[in-house]
Nanobody
Framework: QVRLVESGGGLVQAGGSLRLSCSAS????????MGWYRQAPGKERELVAT??????NYADSVKGRFFVSRDSNKNMVFLQMNSLKPEDTAVYFC???????????WGQGTQVTVSS
């Protein structure tokens, strides 16, 4: 069974940076798509950034500030967040999609709080 575990969230001042990490464990599965979503209080979960072997995709609100990367050999995905804004405050969820099964997996979430 696949388990995604995030780390790296926390409290940061506006303009600061954080790096999120996510590790997939418990399976030898490989993943076609990995990335990050977020959910702010009272709002729906939204895409932040995803990455396949060849492509990256970003929400317009984070383009140029956030950068997603992955280590496919280790089944890990990362999110470098720069120039953070208070509106980036949310719970950030790691996401992975099985390469051959298309099954979607989610982490438990990590809180990111940006103070003004």
């Amino acid at each position: 069974q696949v388990r995604l575990v995030e780390s790296g969230g926390g409290l940061v001042q506006a303009g600061g940076s954080l790096r999120l990490s996510c590790s997939a464990s418990g399976s030898r599965s490989s993943f076609s798509n990995m990335g990050w979503y977020r959910q702010a209080p009272g709002k729906e979960r939204e895409l932040v950034a995803t990455i396949t072997r060849d492509f990256t995709n970003y929400a317009d609100s984070v383009k140029g500030r956030f950068f997603v990367s992955r280590d496919s050999n280790k089944n890990m995905v990362f999110l470098q967040m720069n120039s953070l804004k208070p509106e980036d405050t949310a719970v950030y969820f790691c996401y992975a999609q099985g390469r051959f099964t298309n099954v979607e997996y989610w982490g438990q979430g990590t809180q990111v709080t940006v103070s003004s």
